[in-house]
């Protein structure tokens, strides 16, 4: 979802790796940290979904919302920074190449396919739950749904990124590494200076609104440029196993620094119950400090757990890295067996404890990666 499905993390640099700062070669295929990474960030969300979309949080056990529910949250900002960094791999060392307008084509057309989806994927949320008029108001942008929304901006994003890929790939580090600040600023300055000529959708989809469920473009813009950073150092460490932990070890050290300030800002008696409002998603959208210290917190912890184990963790875990090759695949099918399925034909939704709950949502992960698993080798018996 994040690139092309077939090569969102193959490495393209021809570079020789060197002893200082080894390089991924093109011969070594795809990077496994990264599905394993995205592969992570939908598993999350799949088991957010699974439990929220068969009973409501306030039948969740105390310890369903929180450590259960409350870690699910990191899913949101990983996913959003492996966007930035499958593009780091796979796209901007291509932007000067002279078959870069069919690969920047390619990508506006996975745009394309993926707002298709999400529009139908929005109609089977909504089906059975919602009146015909709410829907169309939906698929309209006159409202967003809240189960599939990541979709609506991943779609979009994939229609304006790949005109910047190649100023990205052109501008000097320093302007590269500083490019997230003025970015947020633009976000936050807009959403409390400007009124977008009283759209409060168009507001939604660029910096976010509180009363919309909306991933804004800006808002969350700083995210994917902090992705296509940490892409970048991942294309020239990851052939070597010692720049490949230093990398992780930088990133844990980001997390412990964004999670270190998380706690001294909640302090001992209040931890819980800001952890209860942050699984209940307050403080999202519009998103605010202390929800995205402990998202990106977090996001950069499993990060760093992926980027160490490398191809061996991928493997090791294959049904997780096997989902994060395909997200759009994985989003399909557990959006359509959990509203279809599970709640339709099933009439699982308000009837099933919170154990049951999580227990077909650990089976419907499974079968999520078996379904890409054969489907990816059917497209390959296919080709050959």
């Known amino acids: 979802m994040s690139a092309a499905a077939t090569d969102s993390t193959k490495t393209t640099t021809p570079r020789p790796a060197t002893a200082a700062a080894a390089t991924v070669s093109p011969g070594q295929g795809r990077i496994g940290a990264i599905d394993f990474a995205r592969g992570i960030a939908v598993c999350l969300m799949i088991l957010s979904h699974g439990t929220n979309g068969l009973m409501p949080f306030d039948d969740f056990p105390s310890w369903g919302q929180v450590p259960v529910h409350a870690i ?42 993926v707002l298709f989806w999400y ?52 501008a000097p580090a320093w302007l590269r590494w500083l490019s997230p600040v003025p970015v947020a600023f633009a976000s936050w300055w807009l ?11 168009l507001q939604a989809v660029l910096v976010e ?18 992705g296509l950073l940490i892409g970048g150092l991942l294309l020239r460490c990851y052939g070597d196993p010692r720049t490949r932990l230093a990398l ?9 620094v964004l999670l270190g300030w998380f706690l001294l800002r909640a302090g001992d008696a209040e931890l819980r119950p800001l952890l209860v409002q942050i699984a209940r998603n307050v403080g999202k959208h519009p998103p605010q400090l202390m929800f995205m ?92």
């Open 209 to 226: 609104h509180p009363d919309y469920y909306a991933w804004g473009q800006l808002a969350r813009g700083p995210l994917i440029l902090v």
């Open 119 to 170: 529009k139908v994927l929005t109609v089977v949320e909504m089906y059975g739950r919602y009146d015909r008029e709410a829907i169309v108001d939906t698929l309209l942008y006159r409202n967003f749904p809240s189960f599939v929304e990541i979709l609506g901006f991943y779609a979009i994003a994939l229609l304006w990124i790949p005109w910047l890929l190649p100023l990205w790939a052109k």
């Open 293 to 384: 210290l402990f998202s990106v917190g977090g996001a950069f912890a499993l990060l760093a757990l992926a980027i160490a184990g490398g191809q061996t963790l991928a493997k090791w875990l294959r049904p997780v890295a096997v989902i994060g090759s395909d997200a759009l695949m994985a989003f399909i099918v557990h959006i359509s067996v959990i509203f279809l399925l599970f709640r339709e034909v099933l009439g699982y939704y308000q009837a099933v404890s919170y154990e049951r709950a999580l227990l077909l949502t650990a089976i419907l992960i499974v079968a999520t990666a078996a379904w890409i698993w054969l489907w990816q080798r059917m497209k390959q018996a296919v080709q050959r």
């Open 248 to 256: 992780a070890g930088g990133l844990t050290l980001v997390a412990a």
């Open 191 to 201: 959403l409390h200076h400007f009124d977008f000529w009283g759209v409060p959708q």
């Open 72 to 113: 699910t949250k990191f899913s949101s900002s990983l996913f959003v920074i492996v966007f930035g960094i499958a593009l780091a791999v796979a796209f901007v060392p291509k932007t000067g190449a002279p078959d870069w307008p069919q690969r920047r084509n390619r990508l506006l057309w996975r745009g394309l396919v």
